[in-house]
């Protein structure tokens, strides 16, 4: 083995333990390592040049070695520990993994630069934030991917018709909900806009996508009553693990000021001023920033995460992963929906973070306070945005019904 790869697994090893890696899992990551770099000695391989073949390859052997020394199959989950360690080793060799796909063809070539292409447009020229850009991103390679393996490049785009929208269109609803297909057809005529504005496509045909036609207030969304939120956080505060502490700091900051998902993932240590109680959110969408007033239960629970659950880390979220790499959380969905099913509440549809903005903004509408607040609260930019969730206070529209003329009961 080169000098070069002789020093990967103490390099390796200094880099899980600065992140904070447990000497167990660092242990296990080298071990899992240092035999992928046997197993690539052994073939004649060089660390940099691996693929995700390769990998694949090896793991299907790894099992194989499994059953041969120990005379049964190992678990469904077991080669996800060998998998992370050799991902952390061609992490440090090769910088990005997976790696960055390669053409293997004409039309994968002409896919990969018009999508680089696009993305400048729509970073420089539109100002999208980040998350749009990767959602139009999105349908721009699916888009592309399809219709040039239908009918090659470049004559694929030259030649693309209305028909092709709509027999792609076809294709992508019997997959999605109505919702998720309108978003879809949403973001398809951007990138008809921008291919016949490079001139790669003679018509504008952007103006023929046909989005499915979702109508106001059709659905309710799922929404907790008062006891329902008292039953989860009171299952949550039970639960006095570094997890649990966490966890049930997030839930009072849902039920009691109804944030975003993002807001709370987002949200920063210096965020919280605990010499005036109070809570800046920077609200996902509208980037305004919004002063709370910081509640006792919820100061309560932040500070119990962060005495004896945060664990030690250079990031500057609030709330972080309980596992090394200690990082901000990438989403909330599964957490809610564990505590909700922990604590035996089965709400109605949708179970996740969004449900307590909606429980909370209903709870406020019963209250009688004024949209306009409410939507301050919520960090909508309109009063519009807010009145959706006139429709979640049932009770309340059912309380000033009237009675119909003329339907007087006899005795």
């Known amino acids: 083995m080169p000098k070069s790869e002789r020093e990967l697994i103490p390099e390796l090893k200094a880099v899980l333990s600065s992140r904070r890696y447990s000497p167990v899992v660092t242990g296990n990551y080298c071990a899992y390592a240092q035999e992928f770099l046997d197993y690539l000695g052994h073939r004649g391989i060089l660390v940099a040049d691996v693929t995700e073949a ?37 992490r440090l060799v090769q910088d990005q993994w997976p790696p960055a796909p390669k053409a293997t063809c004409a ?71 109505r919702s998720s297909l309108k978003c879809a057809a949403e973001r398809l005529p951007s990138l008809l ?32 009553e008062r006891d329902q939120i008292a039953a989860v956080l009171v299952s949550a505060s039970m639960d006095t693990t570094p997890a649990g502490l966490r966890d049930h700091a997030i ?34 969408k509208t980037q305004a920033y919004t002063f709370l007033p910081l509640t006792e239960p919820v100061g309560e629970a932040i500070l119990a995460y962060l005495r004896s659950g945060r ?13 090394a790499p200690y990082r901000k959380l990438d989403r909330l969905y599964s957490m809610v929906r564990r505590r909700l099913r922990d604590a035996c509440v089965k709400p109605r549809g949708k179970c996740g973070p969004h449900i307590f903005r909606h429980a909370r903004a209903t709870e406020l509408l019963r209250a009688a306070v004024p949209q306009k607040i409410i939507g301050d609260l919520l960090g909508h930019r309109s009063i519009a945005s807010t009145a959706p969730y006139l429709k979640l206070a049932t009770e309340d529209l059912r309380a000033i019904a009237l009675d119909l003329p003329g339907t007087e009961v006899s005795a």
């Open 54 to 90: 390769e990998v694949a390859r090896y793991l299907c052997d790894a099992v194989a070695l499994f059953r041969k020394r120990r005379g049964r199959n190992p678990g469904k989950r077991w080669h996800e520990i060998p998998q992370a360690g050799i991902h952390a080793l061609l």
């Open 107 to 177: 039309a994968d070539a002409l896919r990969f630069a018009l999508c680089n292409e696009y993305e400048t447009w729509l970073r420089e020229e539109r100002g999208l934030s980040l998350a749009s850009i990767d959602a139009f991103l999105w349908e721009a390679r699916h888009f592309l991917g399809w219709q040039l393996e239908r009918c090659g490049a470049p004559e694929g785009l030259v030649e693309v018709s209305v028909g092709d929208i709509d027999c792609y269109l076809d294709v992508r609803a019997s997959k999605l909900t």
């Open 193 to 224: 806009r921008y291919l016949h504005r490079t001139r790669l496509i003679g018509t504008d045909l952007s103006p023929h996508v046909l989005a499915p036609r979702l109508y106001a207030y059709e659905g309710v969304p799922s929404i907790l």
């Open 251 to 284: 839930l009072q900051l849902l039920a009691t000021y109804g944030l975003r998902s993002g807001e709370i993932r987002n949200m920063r240590i210096e965020d919280i001023d605990w010499r005036t109680e109070a809570i800046r959110v920077r609200h996902s």
């Open 311 to 323: 664990p030690a880390t250079d990031a500057r979220e609030l709330f972080v992963r309980t596992r």
